[in-house]
């Protein structure tokens, strides 16, 4: 749902900007295709670790994230945020 919103934003900013609606569409798609891509990337690479199965994976990754500091974890989460564009 954020993603939309920051979308929306990006798109009314967009056509706002221009006055021929194709161009301002063709600015809209290369301002948010790089966040987006970045986002879809890391949204993967996520859902790669957290869908293992293996026993010994798990139990790494789970302790990693138990022991990892409040700061680094948050941290981590707003580079992704600004990778997206919805900071």
Not at 10 to 31: M, P, Q
Request: include cysteine.
């Amino acid at each position: 749902a954020a993603q939309a919103l920051v979308d929306a934003v990006a798109l009314v900013k967009a056509l706002g900007s221009e006055d021929d609606v194709e161009h301002a569409l063709r600015a809209y798609e290369n301002g948010r295709l790089k966040k987006t891509a970045a986002l879809v990337h890391q949204g993967r690479r996520t859902a790669r670790i957290r869908a293992t199965t293996n026993p010994i994976a798990c139990a790494i990754r789970d302790s990693n994230i138990r022991m990892m500091p409040i700061t680094q974890f948050t941290s981590f989460y707003m580079r992704i945020n600004r990778r997206a564009g919805t900071r």
